[in-house]
Structures are given as C-alpha cells and as structure tokens.
C-alpha cells in the first residue's frame, strides 16, 4: 500500500516561499506521474502542478505558472514543489497525489488520482 505524506507548509507573508515535501513510501514514486493540488473550504480540490514520470515532463495551473515549480528527486521517493512569490490566493490544504495508470499525461482532474496524501495547511497573509 501506497503511502504519500506531505510536509513543509506553514504560516508565511505575501511575496515569501516555501518548500513542500511530498515522501513516498510502500512504492516508488518514480514511475508515476505525480500532482499537486490544493483545497479552500467550500471549494474543490484544484490542480496545482504535476510531473510525469519519463522525462520529467511538468504542467502548471495558469495561476501558479512562474512562481512555482514542480520536481522529484534522483530515489524516485520524493516530490517537491518550490513556491515563490506567495499571495494570499495560494491559501489552502495541499495535497500530493500518485496517478497509478503509468500514462504519459498529467492529469488535471483529482479523480484521476489514485494514492493521496493527508495535506499539509499553506497560510499567506497579505
């Protein structure tokens, strides 16, 4: 069984970064395409950033394009996302995500996720 667990979120100011860690255990990573997404209360859950496995191929939701950035580590076990130039918008629970379908594409739709991690609370305030 899949276990993805996610840390590195916090309370942080307007035009402050930080790190998310997304680690993988009881598989690897690697040969997945990998996701972040992120959940305000009333809202759905939104794509943020993903990665695939081959190539390290990435896609990004338009709101994050060029401040965030999406990586995985050499193991095949870790799963990064670096945010820069937070806003107040990027509030939310983030998840990390595993789509088990060894495809080529990112999906951008969170029921094409299998495996789930329990989200780490991002805080920005303006």
């Known amino acids: 069984q899949v276990q993805l667990v996610e840390s590195g979120g916090g309370l942080v100011q307007a035009g402050d970064s930080l790190r998310l860690s997304c680690a993988a255990s009881?598989?690897?990573?690697?040969?997945?395409?990998m996701g972040w997404f992120r959940q305000t209360p009333g809202k759905e859950r939104e794509f943020v950033a993903g990665i695939t496995s081959t190539r390290g191929r990435t896609d990004y939701q338009d709101a994050v394009k060029g401040r965030f950035t999406i990586s995985r580590d050499n193991t095949g076990t870790m799963v990064y996302l670096q945010m820069n130039s937070l806003e107040p918008e990027d509030t939310g629970v983030y998840y990390c995500?595993?789509?088990?379908?060894?495809?080529?594409?990112?999906?951008?739709?969170?029921?094409?996720?299998?495996?789930w991690g329990q989200g780490t609370q991002v805080t920005v305030s303006s």
């Open positions: 995500a595993q789509d088990r379908k060894l495809t080529v594409t990112i999906p951008r739709m969170a029921n094409e996720y299998e495996y």
């Open positions: 009881g598989g690897p990573v690697s040969p997945y395409t």
